[in-house]
């Protein structure tokens, strides 16, 4: 007699039988009795590593610390994750247009956006143990008792912890001494630092450029890609004739050689960040800026990360970047990190026009700027209501990839107790995330009837453009449907004996079993009615 279907090969996940199966029937019954979302940051790790989806960089020769790689499934879930961001603010919108800007760029175009002189964060050293931090963090990481003492020491309230760091800043003798009366520990060490003065450190990484290596011949890599957006203004208001109010919008690498890389992909020196630049009237930029707080909230939604977990902080007066008239900080409930930022939402005014633009003088710009003389082009459009030319205010919505990517696998990672006391790992992608949209399974992989009709409806759906499907013969059926499971793939799609006319019920020939990664639910399904059946649900 040939093999049963599916149903009884299953074994960790047994889905209870309606009845008979006929065509069309559904296993009823997910089989559930309990379901966890993940609770550290240590079991995503885990998953991601183990299932290929995220990697240290330079890891065969020990790593290097605030690079990370995407493996064979991170890389389509991030090549989703940002299709989706760009279909939501560049097609679904007739007010944007998109942009792919080099990386490295002139000196000066980051001395003149600020960068050069602000983009710095205070670092301390540890004499003792010659270890470096970022002052803030290395501060706030510090039991409740010793952050009040420090705090206290440099005559700063601790309900204020900006202001705590700020005074630290500007008092630089009294802050090294203040954190080693305070008694803060070193992170390395655990002991008590002999802590220096807190100095700025830049974050931006040089390169040279060319076969000369003198002072002269060097660039940057980009912080942000924001400042590939301000260079292009003017080619992409003049090729493409728009008119305010519009943005440009643009995904793609930025570095920052970040004190303290931490948290897996949470703090990265090579990081991507999805940008909007949205150029508005002068006085129209604060309607602009609640217009782009709910705009990117639903996007989030959307992406299965719930408001209800994210906070807005309206960021303090002192706590802004140096370009910020405005910004909301949109913070996400990561688990084992707690509130942190996922996205900032900033009314940059006319800082960065203003700057990069020549002839500043004429423009009555309202940000305060240096003056320009390397600019050759002036940065302005038509005003909508007077024609004149004008510097507009930009609101920018800034995510970072990465932190969306953990953001998206933490809400997906989801642990369930089956029926039978068994667990499973699942992850709860939505499907037009998933890396994998189906995995086409043979029941035998080494019967050829079988096989055929597996790889045919593997390469026909595949043509139908949902993503990846993957044709998987790795294992037995129970071990493929936890791998899939575990890796978000939405469904499962056997062919068995029945499908090939060689099983006990003749009906379901030219049939095939779907299974739902969530509910668990199988359906047989005729292979002429798949496409449909999946285009449906994939979309
Ligand atoms: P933080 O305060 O956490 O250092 P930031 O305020 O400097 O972040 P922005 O300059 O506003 O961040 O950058 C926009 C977005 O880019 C952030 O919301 C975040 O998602 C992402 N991002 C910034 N720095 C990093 C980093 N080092 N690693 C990963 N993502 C980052």
């Known amino acids: 007699m040939e093999p049963r279907t599916v149903l009884t090969l299953i074994g960790f996940c047994v889905p209870r039988r309606a009845e008979k199966s006929r065509l069309g029937t559904f296993f009823s019954g997910s089989g559930k009795e309990t379901t966890v979302p993940a609770n550290s940051m240590e079991e995503l790790v885990s998953l991601c590593k183990r299932r290929g989806f995220i990697f240290q960089g330079s890891e065969i020769y020990g790593g290097l610390q605030g690079f990370y790689d995407y493996g064979p499934l991170g890389v389509e879930l991030k090549n989703n994750l940002k299709a989706a961001w760009w279909r939501t ?6 007010d944007m247009e998109g942009l792919d800007a080099s990386i490295i760029m002139h000196r000066q175009v980051l001395r003149h956006s600020g960068h050069e002189a602000t ?11 010659k ?3 970022r002052l803030d963090h290395l501060v706030k990481d510090q039991k409740a008792d010793v952050v009040a003492k420090v705090a206290e020491g440099i005559g700063e309230s601790v309900e204020n912890f900006p202001a705590v760091v700020a005074a630290l800043v500007a008092n630089p003798a009294r802050a090294s ?14 002991e008590v630092g002999d802590w220096t003065e807190p100095k700025p450190f830049n974050m931006m990484f040089r390169t040279t450029i060319g076969p000369t290596a003198d002072e002269d011949s060097f660039g940057y890599l980009r912080p942000e ?30 570095f920052r050689n970040e004190i303290t890389p931490r948290n897996f992909i949470f703090r990265v020196r090579e990081l ?6 949205f150029f508005c009237a002068p006085g129209t930029d604060e309607e602009w800026h609640q217009h782009w707080l709910e705009a990117r909230l639903s996007w989030w939604e959307a992406q299965g990360v719930p408001r209800e977990k994210i906070q807005i902080l309206d960021v303090p007066k002192e706590d802004l970047a140096h370009y910020s008239k405005r910004t909301y900080d949109l913070m996400y ?3 084992t990190l707690g509130y942190e930022e996922i996205e900032g939402i900033a009314n940059r005014s006319d800082y960065d026009l203003g700057s990069h633009t020549k002839a500043q003088g004429e423009l009555g710009l309202v940000a305060k700027v240096e003056e320009n003389l390397d600019s050759i082009a002036k940065l302005t459009i038509p005003h909508p209501e007077t024609n004149k030319p004008v510097v507009p205010f930009v609101i920018e919505p800034s995510a970072g990839v990465d932190r969306a990517m953990l953001a998206v696998l933490s809400e997906a990672f989801t642990k369930e107790t089956l029926e039978n006391g068994s667990e499973r790992i699942v992850l709860k992608l939505r499907p037009h995330l998933a890396p994998i949209k189906v995995a086409v399974i043979p029941l035998a992989r080494n019967r050829e009837e079988i096989t055929t009709v597996a790889r045919r409806i593997k390469a026909d759906l595949q043509k139908l453009g949902l993503g990846r499907v993957l044709y998987e013969d790795s294992g037995n059926i129970g071990k493929a449907y936890r791998r899939h499971d575990e890796v978000g793939t939405p469904y499962c799609v056997t062919v068995d004996f029945d499908t090939v006319g060689k099983g006990e019920d003749a009906t379901l020939t ?15 399904v005729r292979i002429s009615e798949l496409a449909n059946w999946m285009r449906e649900r994939l979309r």
């Open 89 to 94: 603010n560049v097609y679904e919108r007739d």
């Open 119 to 129: 983009f710095s964060d205070p670092m301390v050293d540890n004499r003792k143990t």
């Open 131 to 133: 270890k470096r931090y």
């Open 177 to 190: 001494e203040a954190l080693i009366a305070a008694g803060v520990r070193d992170p390395f060490s655990g």
């Open 225 to 254: 890609t924001a400042q590939g957006i301000f260079t292009n203004f003017k080619n992409v208001v003049d090729s493409t004739s728009r008119r305010l109010p519009f943005g440009i919008a643009q995904i793609g690498k930025a």
């Open 272 to 277: 991507e960040q999805m940008e909007i630049e």
């Open 333 to 335: 409930d990561y688990p």
């Open 510 to 524: 030219d049939t095939v079993t779907v299974r739902d990664r969530d509910t668990l639910a199988q359906e047989r």
